[in-house]
Nanobody, 120 residues
Framework: VQLQASGGGLVQAGGSLRLSCAASGRIYRINVMGWYRQAPGKQRELVAT???????NYADSVKGRFTISRDNAKNTVYLQMNSLKPEDTAAYYC???????????????WGQGTQVTVSS
């Protein structure tokens, strides 16, 4: 079972990007999914999370600009990022606190980072 993130890139300030993260493997159930980010020289920070039932939580810095969603049938979480700012520049990591599949349960699974760079 793995998480595979995609969708990062270079965009001008005010632009938009959409990140995707798909869980691969024979998945039975995924609990909370989310996105974190880490800028150079800074600690990894929460961006947004979404529960299996669709309840969402956002960092104050992205509220009103970013939208997290998930497609449970595709085991995929998305992050729509609008009105991007240079301070949003970071490596973005997808995450789940618990995933069950292939006869086991994995806690705190991370995907690889996808780079988002916002130019001013």
């Amino acid at each position: 079972v793995q998480l595979q993130a995609s969708g990062g890139g270079l965009v001008q300030a005010g632009g938009s990007l959409r990140l995707s993260c798909a869980a691969s493997g024979r998945i039975y159930r995924i609990n909370v999914m989310g996105w974190y980010r880490q800028a150079p020289g800074k600690q990894r920070e929460l961006v947004a999370t979404i529960s299996g039932g669709g309840s969402t939580n956002y960092a104050d810095s992205v509220k009103g600009r970013f939208t997290i969603s998930r497609d449970n049938a595709k085991n995929t979480v998305y992050l729509q990022m609008n009105s991007l700012k240079p301070e949003d520049t970071a490596a973005y990591y997808c995450y789940t606190d618990r995933v069950s599949g292939e006869g086991r349960t994995i806690l705190n699974l991370w995907g690889q980072g996808t780079q988002v760079t916002v130019s001013s």
